[in-house]
């Protein structure tokens, strides 16, 4: 079967694809060939030793590094197409009428000041994200870093019939983004990785620009910087609510790897899901050092060898087989990778309505430097579960909040069933049941316990 690989390259290049994303694409492909489906199974890992785990509580947070070698790299690729969106999420408005593209760019340019450094800021974008993203950002001429682009754009993988692992034809549905784990690919292929090195940048801090939280920390900097670590990633403690998420393992020869959901054999998911053992997640909040990663890249004709994931679709009743890989994998690929235990305060995305309304709400505060905290006493965030029927998209949460958000300061978790508005002075405290049979509106008033309308 591997002969059909001809097929696939005839219809990258058609596509102008560079080199490196079909050597990318051959190696997977040759992998599903061999019969690979990327599993990682229970028996060949365990659960991460404490002398790879680092607590962020106990950084040094009065040391202070040069952030001259620091540059931001945000992943702003997605749709919001859970939210039933069809632009990209990051326009979205988050605090004061300002979207998640002016407060990254801000948290950016208040830091740039603070500390007198020049901390580029990257955007990796797709051809869906990239006009409206550099429409934003003209308003903030500033940002650009001289030498380097605004953004980089995201690649494509050809889709694969899973019947005989031909090439999938279709008029608009041939081809899928090979995941957020091609970052590292697309610096080298774009040149932005020659020039952060011929600028003195040394390490990148590479996130989701759907968390605000997420902001380039300068004692995490130091710690890399002090203790030559290659690769770090954040990790927080699994809650009831993280366990269909990947979790972090590690192989018996001490190398931290990812798992992720897909990689797991359905046979396994219970203890894939049991966050008593796999205690922690990836936040996708990601820090590396750029030689290393220049020189791992230079192994592996322009890519990263990252775990397999291979997804399996269904379009126009064809089953089919899309390639991808995770950012976060890369932690094992990097020989004394670590894995930065913090709290929820770093880790605070938009993937559904419940969470951009807990976002928009006094749960979370925009300080004066544009970072987003949790409200004052505040561990995690409001455990928000809402009625599909009526808030699953951003047009309806919008329609339901459109006089006000209700205060979820105090509130530990609140769950809404029916098709239930909020007007002013709205207060949810504890946890919190709303059932409506019909629409309703409510108005002032302190809401401690179930109410059922």
């Given at each position: 079967?591997?002969?059909?690989?001809?097929?696939?390259?005839?219809?990258?290049?058609?596509?102008?694809?560079?080199?490196?994303?079909?050597?990318?694409?051959?190696?997977?492909?040759?992998?599903?060939?061999?019969?690979?489906?990327?599993?990682?199974?229970?028996?060949?890992?365990?659960?991460?030793?404490?002398?790879?785990?680092?607590?962020?509580?106990?950084?040094?947070?009065?040391?202070?590094?040069?952030?001259?070698?620091?540059?931001?790299?945000?992943?702003?690729?997605?749709?919001?197409?859970?939210?039933?969106?069809?632009?990209?999420?990051?326009?979205?408005?988050?605090?004061?009428?300002?979207?998640?593209?002016?407060?990254?760019?801000?948290?950016?340019?208040?830091?740039?000041?603070?500390?007198?450094?020049?901390?580029?800021?990257?955007?990796?974008?797709?051809?869906?994200?990239?006009?409206?993203?550099?429409?934003?950002?003209?308003?903030?001429?500033?940002?650009?870093?001289?030498?380097?682009?605004?953004?980089?754009?995201?690649?494509?993988?050809?889709?694969?019939?899973?019947?005989?692992?031909?090439?999938?034809?279709?008029?608009?549905?041939?081809?899928?983004?090979?995941?957020?784990?091609?970052?590292?690919?697309?610096?080298?292929?774009?040149?932005?990785?020659?020039?952060?090195?011929?600028?003195?940048?040394?390490?990148?801090?590479?996130?989701?620009?759907?968390?605000?939280?997420?902001?380039?920390?300068?004692?995490?900097?130091?710690?890399?910087?002090?203790?030559?670590?290659?690769?770090?990633?954040?990790?927080?403690?699994?809650?009831?609510?993280?366990?269909?998420?990947?979790?972090?393992?590690?192989?018996?020869?001490?190398?931290?790897?990812?798992?992720?959901?897909?990689?797991?054999?359905?046979?396994?998911?219970?203890?894939?899901?049991?966050?008593?053992?796999?205690?922690?997640?990836?936040?996708?909040?990601?820090?590396?050092?750029?030689?290393?990663?220049?020189?791992?890249?230079?192994?592996?004709?322009?890519?990263?060898?990252?775990?397999?994931?291979?997804?399996?679709?269904?379009?126009?009743?064809?089953?089919?087989y899309q390639i991808e890989t995770a950012m976060g994998a890369a932690i094992s690929v990097f020989e004394a990778a670590k894995a930065l235990v913090v709290d929820r305060s770093r880790f605070a995305p938009v993937k559904k309505s419940s969470d951009l309304l807990a976002l928009w709400s006094d749960a979370y505060q925009l300080q004066e430097d544009f970072s987003i905290k949790l409200a004052q006493q505040r561990k995690s965030p409001p455990d928000i579960n809402l009625d599909d029927r009526y808030y699953k998209t951003y047009e309806q949460l919008?329609?339901?909040?459109?006089?006000?958000?209700?205060?979820?300061?105090?509130?530990?978790?609140?769950?809404?069933?029916?098709?239930?508005?909020?007007?002013?002075?709205?207060?949810?405290?504890?946890?919190?049941?709303?059932?409506?049979?019909?629409?309703?509106?409510?108005?002032?008033?302190?809401?401690?316990?179930?109410?059922?309308?």
């Open positions: 079967m591997n002969s059909q690989i001809t097929e696939f390259e005839k219809k990258m290049e058609a596509e102008k694809l560079d080199r490196s994303v079909k050597d990318a694409f051959k190696y997977y492909y040759d992998l599903v060939c061999s019969g690979s489906s990327g599993q990682i199974r229970e028996k060949d890992i365990t659960t991460p030793k404490e002398e790879n785990l680092v607590r962020y509580s106990e950084l040094d947070k009065k040391n202070q590094p040069d952030m001259n070698k620091l540059a931001v790299v945000k992943l702003n690729g997605g749709l919001g197409t859970s939210m039933g969106l069809d632009k990209a999420k990051s326009l979205l408005p988050v605090k004061d009428s300002l979207t998640f593209l002016d407060i990254i760019t801000k948290q950016i340019l208040v830091q740039r000041e603070l500390t007198g450094s020049a901390i580029p800021l990257i955007f990796l974008n797709s051809f869906n994200t990239r006009e409206d993203t550099l429409s934003i950002l003209q308003q903030y001429p500033q940002i650009k870093t001289e030498k380097l682009p605004l953004d980089m754009m995201q690649n494509k993988f050809p889709k694969i019939k899973q019947s005989d692992l031909s090439v999938f034809q279709h008029p608009s549905k041939a081809w899928n983004p090979p995941g957020h784990g091609e970052v590292y690919a697309v610096l080298q292929q774009s040149g932005v990785l020659d020039i952060l090195l011929e600028l003195g940048i040394e390490y990148a801090f590479i996130s989701n620009s759907d968390n605000l939280s997420a902001t380039a920390d300068p004692a995490i900097l130091a710690y890399l910087i002090d203790n030559e670590i290659p690769f770090l990633m954040e990790v927080c403690n699994r809650e009831e609510s993280d366990k269909k998420g990947g979790h972090l393992a590690q192989t018996p020869d001490g190398q931290l790897i990812l798992r992720e959901v897909a990689q797991c054999p359905n046979s396994e998911l219970a203890e894939f899901q049991n966050i008593q053992k796999y205690k922690y997640f990836n936040t996708n909040n990601l820090w590396i050092n750029l030689p290393i990663l220049k020189k791992k890249l230079t192994e592996h004709k322009n890519f990263l060898p990252l775990p397999l994931i291979l997804n399996s679709k269904s379009v126009d009743d064809t089953d089919v919008q329609e339901r909040c459109r006089v006000a958000v209700p205060s979820l300061k105090q509130c530990d978790s609140l769950t809404i069933e029916g098709d239930v508005h909020f007007g002013k002075g709205v207060v949810i405290k504890g946890r919190v049941r709303i059932k409506a049979a019909t629409r309703v509106v409510l108005s002032a008033r302190e809401i401690s316990e179930d109410l059922i309308l």
